[in-house]
């Protein structure tokens, strides 16, 4: 699983990651069958899920902004996507959820009751459970 910059590459729980057989990297390899991108490096996972649609499976957006302007390569995000955002983000929220699913073909979102924006480690056990849902939990 690819966290692009951004995202600083400290593991939020290395135990349930190891029990998931998910390896975390800080650069594009290709094979990699997952993304994930917290706040605006969101933008940097999914400028890589566009470029390489026949590798990235899974893409996780967690508390991403929607842009200010139209993007006209999402298209090309095939990737199914998670879209994780907090109900009490004063950055995001549920409108900036809203707005990335409506231009996700695959995107589904599952709000935080009471989250805020820096959801990375709270959720992480479910961010695992999307980009590795065939590893069995060893432990």
């Given at each position: 699983?690819l966290?692009?910059?951004?995202?600083?590459?400290?593991?939020p729980?290395?135990?349930?990651?190891?029990a998931r057989?998910?390896?975390?990297?800080a650069?594009?390899q290709?094979?990699?069958?997952?993304v994930?991108?917290?706040s605006?490096?969101?933008?940097?996972?999914?400028e890589?899920?566009?470029?390489h649609?026949?590798?990235?499976?899974?893409?996780?957006l967690?508390?991403t902004?929607?842009?200010e302007?139209?993007?006209d390569?999402?298209?090309?995000?095939a990737?199914k996507?998670?879209l994780?955002?907090?109900s009490?983000?004063p950055?995001?929220?549920?409108?900036?959820?809203?707005?990335?699913?409506?231009r996700?073909?695959?995107?589904?979102v599952e709000?935080?009751?009471?989250?805020?924006?820096?959801?990375?480690?709270?959720?992480w056990?479910?961010?695992l459970?999307f980009?590795?849902?065939?590893?069995?939990?060893r432990g």
């Open positions: 699983m966290l692009p910059a951004g995202v600083t590459l400290v593991d729980d290395p135990d349930a990651t190891a057989d998910v390896e975390l990297l650069e594009w290709d094979g990699n069958a997952a994930v991108g917290w605006s490096a969101g933008w940097a996972a999914l890589l899920a566009a470029r649609p026949g590798d990235v499976e899974r893409l996780v967690v508390a902004p929607r842009p302007e139209d993007v390569w999402l298209d090309d995000v990737a996507t998670l994780l955002y907090g009490a983000d950055e995001t929220g549920s409108s900036h959820a809203r707005w990335w699913q409506r996700l073909a695959n995107a589904r709000m935080s009751p009471g989250g805020g924006h820096d959801l990375l480690a709270p959720l056990p479910r961010i459970s980009v590795a849902p065939g590893a069995a939990r």
